[in-house]
């Protein structure tokens, strides 16, 4: 896979049940974290100085019930 630049992931849950959770990339060989804590809501937006990755994942540490992900995004916008 070629790696791919991003600076922008943005979770939608149909209910806000996600508590703790991790934002990882995958780039040379090995997982490196992007987020690691806490937010409320239903929509979940991060931020950051652009990377490149090959693959993206959250893992979910604590959530009220069963986690429901309606859609998971990954980014590369302009920066102004």
Known sequence: RTPQ???EIVIF???ANIKKYE?????GGKW???FAGEKSGRVKQHKFAAVKGEK???KINSSDTA???AEFEVY???TL
């Open 67 to 69: 986690p429901s992900i």
């Open 56 to 58: 993206v994942r959250i």
């Open 13 to 15: 849950e149909h209910k």
């Open 5 to 7: 630049r991003f600076n």
């Open 23 to 27: 934002l990882e990339y995958f780039s």
């Open 76 to 78: 590369d916008e302009p």
């Open 32 to 34: 490196t974290s992007l």
